[in-house]
């Protein structure tokens, strides 16, 4: 899907500046000044053109020049020309500077003008720890001086220069311009590291501030400027643009649907591989695969991931597993997402207003009719509002207040795929005392999905009536060669369509409330304290209303007697508490950050469906159901771990990091006690030893290290249980599940190694690794033993499989000026995946349907998940000879894959776009197979079968059907202009 946007944002300074803006919204182009003033002091002069600009003055309010007064009057014209006409009515120099206008005094002659004075102050960065070594330009005599190391500069200039601009530089931090109106001998400057840097402070993988250096593994970090120019509106698709070694692929076109969130491979058979999610420290509910109940009565199904808002976040943070996942524990192994919401802004008060309106068009690239795209699909459009309100007070106190709505049509007749989204949150942060700071997110998210038919309901669904010929057999029976109808066979076909899909009623409604409360306490300078509590709650209704009208329409019979209503509830609640100490020392050349705490979560997913037939039309609850029926799932997941680690600096350029968690989990079998998970690696800065000169390089860092992390097995899958059922209106027992006393989390054991080079002044950053991943004590499904009594399978520690693959990554910034930027962004990644080891246990089916179709298997010395169906042989007339039962056909795991991306950024224009690519994987094309069955398509088949045995032998050549997956896939582009 193709989305084309235009955005409108007002980024007024104060709320009293919007009313300025407004009112002077006469001017048609950006710095066209609209003046008309008589006598008027200069400072006033100066706020009048502050209120057409984006830029403040800079000068010395105070001084007499200022109180002149002048008259002007200008009908846009250009800023350029205004200060020309001041300079010649008063003796005034100005100059346009990124932070503002700088305003001297043009001649002034006396003494004092030239008496000598100084600015003093210190670098520090956002952990006000000084920067030695950062260069400080004065930018008007182009001349500057170093800080020493402790991060302190000294400048001396005439007293006339005033004001002047500073512009301070160092590797590995964003360039930053400073103005100075007098001398003064304690400025503080605070530079920002750079994304790429590997100064960059970052939580994910430590559970407390550290650097990216003393880091023996790879934290990717996305910051707010990146996601707001990528144009997706999910945060997995936001993702899938920045993130160079994670594959993120949506599993079909409806609002909400899942993703496949795949980096290092599929560490496990049984659970998902989706990875763990804090947001501000908080675990959220990050189901990505169908519920337990219901979850084939409408289309894909819907990801927890869909829900989270976007307009508010400061950065993400991501590792994808080894060791820096480790202090995650039982079940960390497919890697950690941390996402932080804004919590204050600039000084002051500052507003922001967006209206964004698009067309969102549908992708025909896969579609086999050409009808097909005209019968289910049509251009849809989107608009979207959000409100963005945040300040800083004097002493610390800062807030963030977003809101959005969002409606889309989606792009299929009858609106089908329409989505309505509303959320609101907030961010606060307040500094209680000197030792004390309290820090809180709130945010409520409102989802609603209007969703069309699965096709395993049967009968009439949109695509399967289209493009796998089932027109041919549903109502009254169409001609299923889409492309050859006739005008008249065409608009009948079209109405029934039509009118099939009006008649669908299926909903799905999400409410979510996620909150983080967190204090951090430092009782001494170099010892802090962090403590976060905060819950998760989700709710999920999802309805399905198929009524007699409906059945009737679609089956081309009257239907009295079938309506029926189905509703499936799912309330989630997650809890999570979590302490955290740090203790830093320094002890002449070496640094130490020791890292303590614990962890404590519970989560519960409770599901109940009920279900009504023989239900009159009009009906919207199960109440007036000749036949009523109900289910229950429920799940608790407690678990409660520690950890420490050490991470020991040599000189600020080797650093080893050590580690452990113990978790306990009651989902452990009972002869299982704690679960540890150690971690220890190497980081070593080569570029910071004294005999690395090299002009070339910025920075040199090699890494490697090693880390266990794991995967909890599901609730109560080591009980032994006894069931329960009716039988001739009373209560029956018998066997259950089978019980595992020994039952234990799975764990992945990971090496890794790595070289991150920064070059040409950070223009070039690349990034090389190499894992080995290997899963130890793999959850296994085996078939009890028909003695023992117990029908069912029992789960089973006794898998093992392996992954190791490349991981390479690039950035490219060819362009770096004030107004023009130009990033270029590749990735390229290897994945080789094996079960080694099954157990004993024989091959079973993950996904899929019957040995006679296709299944997706999971066997010992094969990747997980593989194809396993009919072979067909034909001879040499074309016509089938021998078919082998169950074979390989291939893998569903690509084997290379990667992101491209590119933004260029030209003053306040935008043009972002990104793509991805893959190689080496293969999936079965049922639509093919299908249509060749029910006659549409002679496609993938010899001639000579067809003349034969007509379409009698089609599941006996599955194979044929089995297509690489091979692409390479634009994903979004993107146009902004801000204003």
């Not at 706020?47 to 403040?56: C, G, H, L, N, R």
């Not at 600015?119 to 005599?141: K, Y």
């Not at 004001?163 to 103005?179: A, D, F, H, N």
């Not at 290092?264 to 804090?278: D, E, H, K, Q, W």
């Amino acid at each position: 899907m193709l989305i084309i946007c235009l955005s409108i944002n007002v980024y007024p300074n104060t709320i009293g500046d919007l009313k300025k803006s407004y009112l002077n919204s006469v001017k048609p182009e950006r710095n066209l000044i609209v003046l008309d003033l008589k006598d008027s002091p200069l400072n006033a002069v100066f706020t009048e053109i502050e209120s057409q600009i984006d830029k403040k003055f800079i000068y010395l309010p105070d001084h007499q020049i200022f109180k002149s007064k002048v008259s002007l009057a200008f009908k846009e014209v250009a800023l350029e020309e205004v200060l020309k006409r001041i300079e010649k009515l008063v003796d005034l120099k100005f100059r346009i500077t990124e932070n503002g206008i700088l305003v001297k005094e043009a001649n002034n002659s006396s003494a004092a003008s030239l008496q000598q004075v100084n600015i003093e102050g210190t670098v520090i960065d956002e952990q006000s720890l000084p920067v030695p070594g950062a260069t400080v330009m004065l930018i008007s005599e182009k001349r500057g001086t170093a800080t020493d190391f402790d991060g302190n500069f000294s400048i001396s200039l005439r007293d006339s220069n005033f004001p002047i601009e500073l512009k301070v530089t160092y590797v590995g931090y964003k360039t930053k311009y400073v103005p100075v109106t007098e001398a003064m001998d304690d400025l503080q400057i605070v530079l920002e590291a750079s994304a790429e840097s590997l100064n960059e402070v970052v939580i994910t993988g430590q559970g407390a501030d550290v650097r990216k250096k003393r880091l023996a593994t790879s934290v990717v970090t996305i910051d707010e400027e990146k996601l707001n120019k990528i144009s997706a509106q999910r945060i997995d698709q936001k993702l899938s643009a920045e993130l160079p070694n994670a594959q993120i692929n949506l599993t079909g076109g409806q609002a909400g649907a899942t993703s496949i969130i795949r980096a290092r491979g599929v560490n496990s058979a049984f659970l998902s591989s989706t990875p763990i999610i804090y947001l501000d420290g908080v675990r959220m509910d990050n189901l990505n695969t169908q519920m337990q109940l219901g979850g084939t009565s409408q289309g894909s199904a819907i990801s927890a991931l869909a829900d989270i808002p976007m307009d508010n976040i400061e950065k993400i943070e991501y590792i994808n597993g080894g060791a820096a996942t480790t202090l995650y524990g039982s079940d960390a192994a497919n890697g950690v997402i941390q996402i932080f919401t804004k919590k204050g802004g600039k000084l002051g008060t500052n507003l922001t207003v967006a209206v964004e309106s698009g067309v969102e068009t549908p992708t025909n690239d896969y579609l086999h009719f050409d009808q097909t795209d005209d019968l289910l699909f049509r251009n849809g459009v989107y608009q979207k509002y959000r409100l963005n309100l945040s300040g800083k007070g004097e002493k610390g106190f800062g807030y963030t207040f977003s809101g959005s709505f969002r409606n889309s049509s989606g792009v299929q007749i009858q609106d089908q795929n329409n989505n309505l989204k509303a959320d609101f949150s907030t961010g606060f942060k307040a500094s209680l005392n000197d030792q004390l700071n309290y820090e809180s997110s709130f945010i409520y998210v409102h989802n609603e999905y209007k969703r069309n038919r699965n096709g395993n309901q049967g009968g009439y669904t949109g695509l399967w009536f289209a493009e796998d010929g089932a027109s041919a057999i549903t109502g009254p029976g169409f001609n299923n060669r889409l492309d050859e109808l006739n005008d008249q066979e065409y608009q009948e076909i079209k109405d029934y369509i039509s009118n099939a899909e009006s008649l669908q009623d299926n909903q799905i409604v999400v409410n979510r409330f996620t909150t983080s409360q967190i204090l951090k306490y430092k009782p001494l300078k170099n010892l802090n304290f962090r403590f976060t509590g905060g819950l998760d709650y989700r709710a999920q209704d999802q309805s399905t209303v198929v009524t007699n009208e409906y059945l009737t329409a679609t089956r081309g019979q009257e239907v009295m007697d079938e309506g029926s209503i189905q509703n499936v509830q799912r309330n989630y609640l997650g809890l999570t508490l979590e302490l955290t100490g740090q203790h830093n020392w320094d002890l002449d050349n070496f640094s130490l950050i020791t890292t303590f705490g614990g962890q404590f979560f519970r989560t519960k997913d409770h599901q109940i469906l009920y279900s009504g037939t023989n239900i009159r039309d009009g009906a919207q609850t199960i109440s007036d159901a000749a036949v009523r029926d109900s289910d229950e799932y429920l799940s608790e997941v407690l678990n409660y771990g520690f950890y420490l680690q050490e991470n020991i600096g040599f000189k600020d350029k080797l650093f080893l990091d050590l580690g452990i968690r113990g978790d306990r989990n009651p989902s452990f079998g009972e002869n299982i006690g704690t679960q540890f998970y150690p971690k220890a690696g190497l980081s070593y800065m080569l570029s910071s030893e004294s005999w690395f000169n090299s002009k070339l390089f910025n920075s040199f860092r090699l890494r490697g290290s090693y880390g266990v992390a794991g995967n909890l097995p599901p609730a109560y899958a080591n009980e032994k249980t006894i069931r329960f059922n009716g039988f001739l209106g009373e209560q029956s027992a018998y066997f259950g599940q089978p019980g595992n006393d020994n039952l234990k989390p799975e764990k992945t054991s990971t090496f890794e190694g790595g070289v991150d080079i920064s070059l040409l002044d950070s223009r070039i950053n690349l990034s090389a690794g190499y894992y080995r991943a290997q899963t130890k004590d793999g959850l296994f499904y085996v078939p009890s033993a028909p003695s023992t009594g117990y029908s069912v399978s029992q789960l089973y520690n006794i898998g093992e499989i392996e992954n190791y693959g490349l991981e390479l990554s690039a950035n490219f910034i060819p362009i770096d000026t004030k107004d023009v930027n130009l990033s270029i962004n590749a990735s390229f990644n290897t994945l080789h995946n094996e079960v080694l080891d099954s157990g004993g246990a024989p091959a079973f089916n993950i996904n899929g349907f019957s040995s006679r179709t296709l299944q997706t298997v999971v066997q010992e010395g094969y990747p997980i998940g593989f194809l396993r169906g009919n072979k067909g042989t034909f001879d040499e007339n074309g016509v089938l000879d021998t078919t082998d039962p169950q074979s390989y056909l291939g893998t569903t795991i690509p084997d290379v894959f990667g992101n491209l991306s590119l933004n260029f950024t030209y003053k306040n224009f935008n043009l972002f776009t990104n793509a991805s690519y893959q190689s080496g994987g293969y999936a079965h094309n049922w639509d093919a197979q299908f249509r060749y069955y029910y006659g549409a398509s002679e496609d993938y088949i010899p001639a000579g079968e067809i003349e034969a045995n007509g379409r009698a032998n089609w599941l006996a050549f599955t194979d044929r059907f089995v297509e690489k997956t091979d692409f390479l896939k634009i994903r979004t582009i993107g146009v902004s202009y801000t204003y």
